[in-house]
């Protein structure tokens, strides 16, 4: 079972307020992800992380911000909620090994609704 | 921009019977994964595959990669409930570092 958590599982906001969402891996992993998905539909890549004070933006805009300034977590921020931020935002992690596999562990996601 | 695309959308299929869901990129891949979502679950790494014409098997499921690298399929022999869910493959591009790119999945519904 993967060491990955995020917080809060479900977060139900109305327009207009800042959010925070958690996450956190114990697995000292270098590489972070969030990932956002709307239900049955695929994850779009909106930040990642491949060590402490590293952060890029993803394939798909998004007008979140994240920080990444200790390995185990990896925080996302929207500083004004919209209804079209409702969707699950998923975190992951993943090693930096060369040759290696280095597949992805995912928390267990964030279901967020802004009213 | 570099996408991967998944064929069928849906499957509903009766237990027992196959499956099989068709992976394929715009771009060569430097390799592939695949991943499992059950209903209201996160993504759950299946395999990686990186060679040229690779065959992999876990028990029932089948993974390819095809000779070029662009396309990838996942079969199902002999399907079960426990199988249902969405899979995902995700591709990584050469030059992308460790980024994937996830295909737009397949979604299996497994009938008694």
């Known amino acids: 079972e993967a060491d990955i958590y995020q917080t809060p599982r479900y977060l139900v906001i109305g327009t207009g307020k800042k959010i925070t969402l958690e996450c956190s891996q114990t697995?000292?992993?270098?590489?972070m992800y969030w990932y956002q998905q709307d239900p049955g539909m695929e994850l779009h890549l909106i930040h990642y992380?491949?060590?402490?004070?590293?952060?890029e933006k993803g394939d798909l805009s998004s007008e979140s911000t994240v920080s990444r300034i200790r390995t185990e977590h990896f925080p996302l921020t929207l500083e004004s909620a919209r209804p079209s931020h409702t969707s699950q935002y998923l975190c992951?992690?993943?090693?930096?090994?060369?040759?290696?596999?280095?597949?992805?562990?995912f928390g267990p996601g964030t279901r967020l609704t802004v009213l | 921009g570099q996408q991967v695309m998944q064929i069928p959308q849906y499957q509903h299929v009766q237990e027992g019977e196959d499956f099989t869901t068709y992976c394929n990129s715009s771009?060569?891949?430097?390799?592939i994964q695949w991943y499992k979502q059950r209903p209201g679950g996160h993504p759950v790494f299946l395999i990686q595959?990186?060679?040229?014409?690779e065959v992999k098997k876990q028990k029932r499921l089948t993974f390819q990669f095809g000779e070029a690298k662009k396309n990838s399929s996942l079969h199902i022999t002999a399907t079960q409930t426990t199988d249902v869910g969405t899979y995902f493959c995700?591709?990584?591009?050469?030059?992308?570092?460790?980024?994937?790119?996830f295909g737009t999945g397949t979604q299996l519904k497994v009938e008694l």
């Open positions: 992380s491949y060590g402490v004070n590293s952060t």
């Open positions: 595959l990186v060679k040229s014409g």
């Open positions: 995700a591709g990584r591009f050469t030059g992308g570092g460790n980024k994937l790119t």
């Open positions: 992951a992690s993943s090693e930096n090994t060369r040759g290696a596999v280095n597949e992805q562990f």
């Open positions: 697995m000292g992993h270098d590489k």
């Open positions: 771009t060569t891949l430097s390799n």
